[in-house]
């Protein structure tokens, strides 16, 4: 799998895992107006909370699209000097968290994601999601 295995219902990280979760930590850096929560890699997908703070206004805000592509693109550069068929899927699923039950679901949700690994889950295992 591209991004580790579960072993004994936890997420182990191989090298692709460890460098994307690398830069997935670095977003902030690149979009001060970014901030990560909740995240998982799981052996080929990946599920994230990332919150937009309306009032960090240090550079104009980009979509979340320019976000995840940016990341997506510095991964696969990285990625593919020791892996190179590595790939992303080209889409990737987002949804806006409208209250503190729903983001504590999908905070639940990320988890338990590797407890409840059966070599897939309610997601799409090519496509990644990030919640908003």
């Keep these: 799998m591209f991004f580790g295995d579960i072993e004994n219902k936890k997420m182990v990280l191989n090298e692709t895992g460890k460098t994307a979760t690398e830069y997935w930590k670095k977003i902030p850096d690149h979009f001060p107006y ?10 080929d ?5 990332i919150f937009l703070d309306e ?4 550079q104009k805000r980009q979509p979340v ?12 550069i990285q990625i593919r000097k020791s892996e190179i068929n590595f790939k992303w899927q ?7 968290i409208r209250n503190e039950n729903e983001l504590d679901r999908i905070r639940q949700y990320i988890i ?3 407890k409840n690994w059966k070599s897939g889950d ?3 295992s090519d496509e990644l999601t990030f919640e908003i």
Excluded: A, W
């Design 34 to 43: 970014v901030i990560l929560d909740e995240y998982i890699f799981m052996p």
């Design 45 to 49: 997908h990946f599920h994230g909370i």
């Design 55 to 58: 009032y960090k206004t240090l």
């Design 65 to 76: 699209g320019v976000i995840i592509n940016q990341f997506k693109r510095t991964c696969t």
């Design 90 to 96: 080209s889409r990737f699923h987002d949804h806006v």
């Design 112 to 114: 338990d994601n590797p």
């Design 122 to 124: 309610e997601f799409n």
